[in-house]
């Protein structure tokens, strides 16, 4: 599928059919093309839980204040931002830019110093918002290589966070942006007109606010 044929034609549904299984592989494919996002320094401050098991579906149902498509889809993913993934990555992020000979390897302590002088300390709402936001443009990658995939989708921040992260062992201070479900569309589906779009008149502005 064409990239402007997908962003066209992916829409949140509301309905999926759950007869409709998708396998370990299938899933680990998605976070393999939503890997291929683009990141802060690289870093890929994202982790992921595919939560395919019928009976964890009805769990994280039960997070997301009983929302259906969350246990019909095939695949509900738990987008995680991860904070501490300057510490956690950097290192080895740094290691493979010298083994692929893109960055000297007398470049490596003064280049390692740029993210933590920018992301600041691990706690700071700073780090938050950069983990945020590339957890988020995972989430958007995988959206759109689920319908290039022939599967549709769903994203949703209408869950208890807190809950969500006590019964699915995400430690504490990772944050979940959003859920993600993903399958088939139902049948008996009746996609509505698409939801309202702001004018681009309305939102560009050229040069400056
Ligand atoms: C971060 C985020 C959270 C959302 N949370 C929910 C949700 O909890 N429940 C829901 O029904 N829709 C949710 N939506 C879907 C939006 O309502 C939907 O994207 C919007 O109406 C535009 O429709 P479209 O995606 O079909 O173009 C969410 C979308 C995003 C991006």
């Given amino acids: 599928m064409k990239t ?4 066209k034609t992916r829409r949140s549904i509301n309905f999926f059919d759950s007869t409709k299984s998708i396998t ?12 291929l996002s683009p990141s802060s320094f690289n870093l890929q401050p994202w982790e992921v839980i595919a939560v395919l ?8 149902r039960g997070c997301a204040f009983n929302q259906p498509k969350v246990e019909e889809a095939s695949v509900t993913f738990i987008i995680i931002a991860n904070p501490g993934a300057v510490e956690q990555n950097i290192d080895t992020i740094l290691a493979k830019q010298v083994e692929a000979g893109t ?11 740029m993210p933590f ?8 709402l700073t780090r938050k918002i950069f983990a945020v936001k590339n957890a988020s443009l995972f989430a958007m990658t995988l959206m759109l290589a689920a319908k290039g995939l022939g599967l549709e989708s769903h994203p949703m921040d209408g869950f208890d966070s807190d809950r969500v992260k006590k019964e699915f062992n995400i430690p504490e201070e990772m944050i979940v942006p959003m859920i993600v479900a993903v399958g088939y569309a139902s049948p008996e589906l009746k996609l509505q007109s698409r939801a309202y779009r702001r004018p681009v008149s309305e939102v560009l502005r050229f040069d400056s606010f």
């Fill in 103 to 113: 960055l000297k390897k007398e470049h490596v302590e003064s280049t390692k110093k």
């Fill in 24 to 35: 370990k592989e299938e899933a680990g494919h998605l976070v393999e093309l939503a890997s």
């Fill in 53 to 60: 098991d019928p009976s964890r579906k009805k769990i994280l």
């Fill in 117 to 124: 002088k920018m992301y600041q300390e691990k706690e700071s």
């Fill in 4 to 7: 402007i044929e997908a962003i």
